[in-house]
């Protein structure tokens, strides 16, 4: 269920160091779980109905929890890659001569 949530895919292809490092973060991924999960195993039920979660949905709950969390980390991501990238020079509006934004000047109508 957890696997979904961690972005690195890693196929034969890949070199023994991307796949080191996918097994890392994936080790890693399920001790942060771990942990997680035994803090609030070890509340008491009053304590976890103050925080919002019932003993009984805990699994869910932390799933839950990590789903939110990748997925405001890959908006930052993107916020950071579009952060990162050049942008390009723009060059000033050229402004515009007088004449050109004039109005023409009004006729009269004899009567």
């Known amino acids: 269920m957890f ?12 070199p023994v160091i991307g796949r080191v490092r996918a097994a890392y973060d ?22 976890l109905h ?8 805990l699994f869910e709950t932390v799933a839950e929890m990590m789903r939110r969390a990748e997925a405001q ?14 942008t390009t020079a723009t060059q000033p509006a050229k402004e515009a001569k007088p004449s050109e934004t004039a ?7 004899a009567a």
Do not use: C, Y
């Not at 696997?3 to 890949?14: F, G």
């Not at 001790?31 to 039920?45: E, G, H, K, Q, V």
């Not at 930052?76 to 579009?82: F, I, K």
């Open 50 to 57: 103050l925080v919002g979660i019932r003993r009984d949905d």
């Open 73 to 86: 980390r890959v908006v930052g991501r993107e916020v950071t890659n579009m952060l990162d990238r050049p």
């Open 3 to 14: 696997k979904t949530l961690i972005s690195a895919t890693v196929s034969k292809n890949t």
């Open 26 to 47: 994936e080790w890693r991924f399920s001790r942060d779980i771990t942990a997680i999960m035994s803090a609030l195993d070890r509340l008491s039920n009053h304590q």
């Open 103 to 109: 109005r023409p000047a009004a006729t009269s109508v």
